[in-house]
T-cell receptor, first 114, second 114 residues
Framework: NAGVTQTPKFQVLKTGQSMTLQCAQD?????MYWYRQDPGMGLRLIYY???????DKGEVPNGYNVSRLNKREFSLRLESAAPSQTSVYFC?????????????FGPGTRLTVT | AQSVSQHNHHVILSEAASLELGCNYS??????LFWYVQYPGQHLQLLLK??????LVKGIKGFEAEFIKSKFSFNLRKPSVQWSDTAEYFC????????????FGTGTQLKVEL
């Protein structure tokens, strides 16, 4: 039981390049999330997927797109990377329903855009 | 807008000192409350959570938190910190009507000195 996994762990991009961050969970959770973590700003929600087949914008969606490929996988795409997107990206998942809002986090992807 | 505030951004303590980290939220309705910890280089892990019942919640590693509804607060405490508690601590709130989303505070960086 690996929990939430993310690939890659590290990535360096040049401005304008594109890439996709992958996330998968094996806990049969319905909901999945993408956050970015920046110093002094905590975790900010980029996009989330309440259930398979649905996605919604979070607090900072500009410059990103997501795909909920199936119940297990939720990917985040940067179409044209910018230096402002240098950050640590975390994927998380949770079960739906009352008393089950706890989110489980992946190990993160450290992205640098030069 | 619903928000979560952590007023202590950096805290430095000596081993065996007592710890209290503040967390306040902006909403007066029903909330679910969480404290997460992020050890250096690692992903976020749940310390404790409150859903209902006894407002004093006990978590892992000797941490506890008290929900004071009248003050919209959920402060984290530990009677005697250890060097291994050095980490960043995040308060998170699930607000009513927000689906499964959590709103995170900006985090408190705790350094425990020997």
């Amino acid at each position: 039981n690996a929990g939430v996994t993310q690939t890659p762990k590290f990535q360096v991009l040049k401005t304008g390049q594109s890439m996709t961050l992958q996330c998968a969970q094996d806990m049969n959770h319905n909901s999945m999330y993408w956050y970015r973590q920046d110093p002094g700003m905590g975790l900010r929600l980029i996009y989330y997927s309440a259930s398979e087949g649905t996605t919604d914008k979070g607090e900072v969606p500009n410059g990103y797109n997501v795909s909920r490929l199936n119940k297990r996988e939720f990917s985040l795409r940067l179409e044209s990377a910018a230096p402002s997107q240098t950050s640590v990206y975390f994927c998380a998942s949770s079960e739906q329903g009352a008393l089950s809002y706890e989110q489980y986090f992946g190990p993160g992807t450290r992205l640098t855009v030069t | 807008a619903q928000s979560v505030s952590q007023h202590n951004h950096h805290v430095i303590l000596s081993e065996a000192a007592s710890l209290e980290l503040g967390c306040n939220y902006s909403y007066g309705g029903t909330v679910n409350l969480f404290w997460y910890v992020q050890y250096p280089g690692q992903h976020l892990q749940l310390l404790l959570k409150y859903f209902s019942g006894d407002p004093l919640v006990k978590g892992i590693k000797g941490f506890e938190a008290e929900f004071i509804k009248s003050k919209f607060s959920f402060n984290l405490r530990k009677p005697s910190v250890q060097w291994s508690d050095t980490a960043e601590y995040f308060c998170a709130v699930k607000f009513t009507g927000g689906g499964n989303k959590l709103t995170f505070g900006t985090g408190t960086q705790l350094k425990v000195e020997l």
